[in-house]
């Protein structure tokens, strides 16, 4: 097993899991704009944006094939601030998300969730989260919600989220340059799309623990 370069606990580091673009272009975001200590649990330095991600200042690198609890106690992960869990398998991810909570259950989470409709079963199971789907899925939005002093949350529209619920507004142009002004509430019906109930095909909600 790879050795782990220790950071201090009071440090309050951040984790990113995934090792594709979007991995990387959050990294980078963390690193050279919020001058952030990010931690990458990847599968390997060597495939994908891996060697990208590993020659980041500021971001150290784990190889584990699976975010086990054993991959997160390696990351530190009880005293990291925030964790994006960013692999393309949304059923992984949340099993993940479950695993962390156990290990550190005040901890900042966003999602990515891939898979259409299912942001709002999500955020059932961690109301305090920030779930990013379809068009929020920026490095910037990623970096923004993983900085917030209270973990924004989405709602599950179909072609991405319509607000953001206790906290401050991204979009796509103006997210890069800081931002914007607080955003409107949102008008009833905003979100027909929504009142859709998607088809749950993850585990049942009556023993939501890490299984490993």
């Excluded at 961690?126 to 920026?138: H, I, K, N």
């Excluded at 989405?154 to 002004?181: E, N």
Aim: glycine content about 8%.
């Amino acid at each position: 097993m790879p050795p782990v370069v220790r950071f201090r606990a009071s440090e309050g580091h951040l984790v990113i899991c995934g090792d594709d673009k979007l991995a990387f272009r959050v990294a980078q975001e963390l690193t050279t704009r919020y001058r952030e200590r990010v931690t990458v649990i990847l599968p390997s330095k060597r495939r994908n944006h891996g060697p990208d991600i590993d020659r980041l200042a500021g971001v150290r690198v784990i190889e584990r094939d699976e975010l086990t609890s054993q991959s997160f106690a390696d990351a530190q992960l009880a005293s990291a601030r925030a964790l994006a869990l960013l692999r393309q398998d949304d059923v992984g991810n949340f099993h993940a998300a479950l695993r962390a909570r156990e290990l550190n259950p005040g901890i900042r989470l966003v999602l990515a969730v891939f898979s259409p409709g299912l942001g709002d079963q999500v955020r059932e199971y961690f109301p305090d989260c920030a779930v990013l789907v379809g068009t929020a899925m920026s490095a910037p939005t990623f970096a923004a919600a993983l900085q917030e002093s209270r973990p924004p949350a989405t709602s599950g529209c179909p072609g991405g989220p319509c607000t953001w619920r206790g906290g401050r507004t991204p979009t796509r142009t103006r997210c890069s340059a800081g931002w914007p002004p607080p955003a409107p509430p949102a008008r009833p019906g905003c979100c027909p799309g929504t009142s859709r109930t998607p088809t749950w095909c993850w585990p049942s909600p009556t023993a939501p623990r890490a299984t490993r």
